[in-house]
Structures are given as structure tokens and as C-alpha cells.
């Protein structure tokens, strides 16, 4: 494998569509930079919640509201779906002209996007049944703040596995096509890591 393969910013097509591989180091590179803006307001959220995180102002408190199996299934269901990616990722690699295989794997990826936006809004439900809302106390308000703007970039990255699906069926797997889902996959797998944090300082902090 030579050194340019190794450095390439995102999945390595060199061995299968070279000319791929060359027009997306670009776009990806300048992507990753995105992400790293991204991660910036994600750190702050993080920090704002470290901060007030016991500010409950005689309300309630994170092991009142928190549901820690509710969340273990939260986080199962998103780390199965990078895996789902990564097996499109996959596809997209090795089964060119297979374009059924790939929107699959994307379509099981977009599900349980889906399930997880379903547990969390159930969850945030549940909370408000009980008063537990975002302007009751600083606590709550850097919860919501935190964990809702995760929940908006999933949502942003479930409509945008919808739209790669329709590209993909429309277009084929031009280049470019290839270039996005690569993209795609750098988004999705970033919000798995960020709600690894989450679920650790979040819920496990929170409750344990």
C-alpha cells in the first residue's frame, strides 16, 4: 500500500475506482474540517453541562429523570447503525455495480437513525411529564441544550442518508455520488463517538 493510500482522508477506493479516490481527498479533507468546527460547539455544550450540572435549583436532579436503560438502548441502536454504514461503506467499495446492496445497508442505517430519534423523544416526553423541562433549572436547560443538538444533527444526518439513497438510485455511482456518501459516513460515525460522550458523562455520571 503506498503512503498516499495511507494518508487519504477517507475510505480508501484506491484499488477499486482510482479516479474516486483522487477527486474526493479534497472535498473529504475539507470536510474533516468541518467536523472539527463541529466538535468545537459540541466541547462547549459539554463543558456548559459540566458547569450547571448540579444547578437543579431545587428541582429535579439527574438521577430523578435520567433513564440509564432507555439510553443503553439509545446507544446500542446507534452504534449498530455505524456498523450498518460501515457495511455500505463496504458495498459501495467492493459491490460497484451493485447499487441494491448499498441502499439497503443505507436504508437499515436510516431505521435505526429513525429508532433512535424515537427513543429520544420519548424520552424527553417522559421528563416533561414529570416537570423536568429545559427553563425549570440550569441543569436541565444545559441537558436539553447538549443532548437536543445531537438529536438535530442526526436528524440532519438521517434526511441526508435519505437523499444519498435517492442519489444513488437516480444517478448511479457516479464519482461524486461516492464523494458524498463518503462524507455521509465521516457525519454519521462522528455522532456515534459524540454520543459515546454523552451517554458516558451524561447518563453514566449522571445516575452511577
Known sequence: MTANALEHPGINLGSTDSLTHAEA??????FWVFLMSDAVIFALLFAIYGTTMHAVAGGPTSHDVLDLKSSFLETIVLL????????ASLAMKYDDGNRRLLVGWLAV?????LGFLA???HDFYSM??????PQRSGFLSAFFALVSTHGL?????????LVMMTQVG????????KTRIMRLGLFWHFLDIVWVGIFSV????GIL
Open 25 to 30: 481527498e479534497s472535498p473529504v479533507f475539507g
Open 128 to 133: 416533561a411529564s414529570m416537570g423536568a423541562v
Open 202 to 205: 451524561v447518563y453514566l455520571q
Open 170 to 177: 437516480v444517478f448511479g455511482l457516479q464519482p461524486a455520488v
Open 80 to 87: 449498530t447503525s455505524s456498523f450498518t454504514f460501515g457495511m
Open 119 to 121: 427513543l429520544e423523544l
Open 109 to 113: 442505517t436510516l431505521a435505526l437513525g
Open 153 to 161: 444533527h442526526v436528524t440532519a444526518g438521517s434526511l441526508w442518508i
